[in-house]
Every structure is written in structure tokens, then in C-alpha cells.
């Protein structure tokens, strides 16, 4: 299916939004008068994946039209992958093997990566794309878990996770690069460089004007690696007893970035994070048609208690979110109780405010949502806390989402520690 060429001038905020160092590089670009097929990618997952970087990746891709496969290496589909996210592939990679991909893309996390290295069928669709000059990448422990020992990386700058960079250096030239290109390899650093990793491979596979139509949606962040910073008001002391127990409902249609990164970071922190499915299964097919599976139906979560409920966006999760009578009534009583609550993206707007849950209170949402809003005197900040009340914008604010509920859970120490750790913030 051909592809629409004309990018809004609105769209257009230039890549300076993420730094790409590109070397020997190689055109994947194609005449804007030209019809731009769907390329096709393939994503393998394995248990152990990292949740973020495979979610983002796919997502990102998917948005720029891209037929990505998602394929996992073990004997089914379903993949645990990192922090008891739960994914479910498209396909198994061993029958992936006929296949031409315009480009593999390994994730990270351990023992994830490992998993993809000791993979034989993907190692050699691997290996045949490198030899047929085709485009490969690998973010996080990847590169030199995988990449390096399969000989790919062979006389070319790569970088990787940190503490994997003196694994990584006997099979490449080793660089602190978060996203790295060179020739047809791009390689990146971890959960906090996946956007613009994913970004730097739309424009690999497309050209530099679909990369930057597809990244002014997300709302990244221009100044990538300095300290995130949060708006604040009335501020007030979010108090749990042990452990916080959160609930972050999913649905069809739910922001499959967003809901995995909040579950993600939530869960590094040690919150006890209940992931809670408002349709009729467990398996959610979200937005860009990533299969997620909750731990529970709500039902079943509906008469426990909550430290915090916290809501992702997508249009289609946060319609389903506005119609489900027990998610509005568990968060119309969180608001009564004076417990926090939250959401992003497309929730404050279709969720929160049609139910009055933002009444007296300051809020942001995703750009074009904004207009829904009654008080917009606080939506151009990324992430708003009035009180009890958390809200945030996009995809490209989630991570800033997600540390701030940290911070506000734990202090400011703890979402710095883990912002390190994932390379959001530099160490």
C-alpha cells in the first residue's frame, strides 16, 4: 500500500530533537515523487527481552508504515519478557527463514539478548543480510551480546549498553554514541535512547522528512540525556503503606509505548504494578497492534485498593477507558479518597475531564487534545502534578511520566538512579 508523501510543514521539527551519529552512510531514501512502499522489518523477541525497547521500536516503525514482524525465538509466541510484561509475537522466527527484510532489529535486555545470540535460525537471517547488504541494528546489550560474536560488526563504530562496552570492543570499534550509524548497522544504548534509535531507522528506511512527519506526534524531548524536569503544584505527600500498589488498566487500542513504559519503570522501582485489562480477555490488541497480556481482567481488580491508578492514552484504550463504568467509578473514588490518580495522551481529555476528575485541578494532555481541556493554563508542560493529580502529553514524555510518579512515590534520588540506569538521563 503506497504511502502519503506530503508532510505538514507543522510536522516538520527537524531531527535535531535526537543525535544520530552517522557514518559511511547509506541512502535507504526514495523520491518524494515516488509511490513509498511498506519496508518490511522484522523484530525477534525472546523471553528476557526488554519490554521498552522492543515496544518502542515496533511501534515507532509501524507508525512510519513499516511491515514489521514480530517473531519470537522461543517455541510459541508468547514471550515473557523483562519485568513481567507479557508480549505475544506474530510469528515464530523459525519460520521467518525464507523471508527478505528490509531490516532486523535485535532489542536488548538480559537474559533477552543472550536468547536472540543463541537463536540459529536468526543468526543466520542475520548473517544473510549482512552479506546481502541489507540494513541491521541492535539497541542495549545486543551489539555485543548478539551482533558482535555472530561477526557482523566487524571494522565498524557501534555502540552499546555501558557495561557491555568492553564485551562489545574485540568485535567492533566501541563508541558512547546513543545512536549510532555506520554503513547499513545502527546501534543505540538502551530504554532511554530506543525513541531516537527507532526514529534513526524510519529515516535509514524512508528518508529524513518521514522520520521527522513521524516524530513530531510523539513529543520527544529536544535536550535528550540532561535531567527531566516536572511542573508542580499544591504539591502534597503521595503516601503508601510497604509498597505502592498501582493499577494501570489496558484495553484495545491502548498506547502500547506508554503503557509499557509506565509498567516497566514502575516496576524497577519495586511498586507492586497490576496491569488490569478492561475488555473481556486478558490479550489486548493495542494501538499498533502489539498483543499485550494483563495480569488480571478488572473485574478481579475492581474491589482491591490502590496507592495509585495511572491510565496510558491511545485513542482507541482511552475510549474504552471513558466507557468502562467500573474504571470510572474505581478512579471517581480514588479522587474521593484523596489517593493519586493519573493519565496520558489522549486520557486526561477523553477520560478524566468528560467524568470531572480535573475539576479545580491543572492538567496537560496530547497536543491536539488540549482544546478539551477546561483549564489549559498547563498544558504546554510535558508533565503536570497538582496534588494528587499526574498527567503527561505522548509517547515522547512517558519516561518523564513514569519517573516523575518515582520521584513523587520514593524521591528524587531513586527516578534519577533509574533514569541513569536506562540512559534517559547521563550517567
Not at 216 to 238: A, D, K
Not at 343 to 350: G, K, M, Q, Y
Request: hydrophobic content about 45%; charged content about 20%.
Amino acid at each position: 500500500m503506497a504511502l502519503r508523501l506530503v508532510v505538514p510543514h507543522s510536522a516538520l521539527l527537524g531531527l535535531s530533537q535526537f543525535k544520530v551519529t552517522s557514518l559511511k552512510k547509506r541512502c535507504f531514501s526514495i523520491s518524494a515523487t515516488m509511490a513509498s512502499p511498506a519496508r518490511k522489518v522484522l523484530v525477534p523477541i525472546a523471553n528476557g527481552t526488554e519490554p521498552m525497547e522492543a515496544v518502542i521500536t515496533i511501534d515507532v516503525l509501524r507508525r512510519a508504515g513499516a511491515d514489521v514482524t514480530v517473531a519470537s525465538v522461543e517455541k510459541q509466541l508468547s514471550v515473557d519478557a523483562g519485568h513481567g510484561i507479557k508480549i505475544v509475537a506474530d510469528a515464530l522466527v523459525s519460520d521467518c527463514g525464507d523471508g527478505v527484510f528490509d531490516l532486523i532489529t535485535l532489542p536488548g535486555g538480559m537474559p533477552g539478548a543472550t536468547n536472540l545470540r543463541d537463536c540459529a535460525a536468526l543468526e543466520s537471517l542475520v548473517k544473510k543480510q549482512a552479506a546481502d547488504e541489507r540494513l541491521y541494528a541492535a539497541v542495549c546489550a545486543s551489539p555485543a551480546v548478539a551482533l558482535g560474536p555472530w561477526g557482523v560488526l566487524k571494522g565498524l563504530k557501534a555502540t552499546c549498553y555501558p557495561s557491555f562496552m568492553e564485551q562489545l570492543a574485540p568485535c567492533a570499534t566501541a563508541v558512547e554514541s546513543r545512536v549510532q550509524v555506520d554503513g547499513r548497522v545502527v546501534t543505540s544504548r538502551g530504554p532511554g535512547t530506543t525513541m531516537e534509535f527507532a526514529v534513526a531507522l524510519v529515516e535509514q528506511l524512508y528518508r529524513k522528512e518521514k522520520a521527522n512527519e513521524v516524530s513530531g506526534p510523539l513529543v520527544m524531548r529536544s535536550n535528550h540525556g540532561e535531567e527531566y524536569t516536572i511542573r508542580e503544584l499544591n504539591p502534597v505527600e503521595w503516601t503508601f503503606n510497604n509498597c505502592p500498589k498501582i493499577l494501570v488498566p489496558i484495553a484495545n487500542g491502548t498506547e502500547e509505548m506508554e503503557a509499557v513504559m509506565i509498567i516497566d519503570i514502575l516496576r524497577r522501582a519495586k511498586a507492586n504494578v497490576v496491569v488490569a485489562s478492561v475488555e473481556n480477555e486478558l490479550e489486548i490488541l493495542a494501538s499498533r497492534k502489539v498483543k499485550l497480556v494483563a495480569d488480571v481482567l478488572l473485574d478481579d481488580a475492581a474491589n482491591l485498593s490502590f496507592d495509585l491508578i495511572v491510565l496510558p492514552g491511545g485513542l482507541g484504550g482511552a475510549q474504552a477507558f471513558a466507557n468502562s463504568e467500573k474504571l470510572v467509578d474505581l478512579l471517581k473514588k480514588q479522587r474521593e479518597i484523596n489517593k493519586p490518580y493519573g493519565a496520558i495522551c489522549a486520557s486526561p481529555a477523553l477520560v478524566l475531564e468528560p467524568h470531572g476528575l480535573l475539576k479545580g485541578k491543572k492538567a496537560t494532555a496530547f497536543p491536539a487534545m488540549c482544546n478539551k481541556l477546561s483549564d489549559q493554563s498547563e498544558v504546554e508542560n510535558r508533565v503536570v502534578v497538582d496534588g494528587t493529580l499526574i498527567t503527561s502529553r505522548g509517547p515522547g514524555t512517558s519516561m518523564e511520566f513514569a519517573l516523575a510518579i518515582v520521584e513523587k512515590l520514593f524521591g528524587r534520588v531513586k527516578a534519577l538512579e533509574l533514569a541513569k540506569a536506562m540512559l534517559f538521563v547521563y550517567p
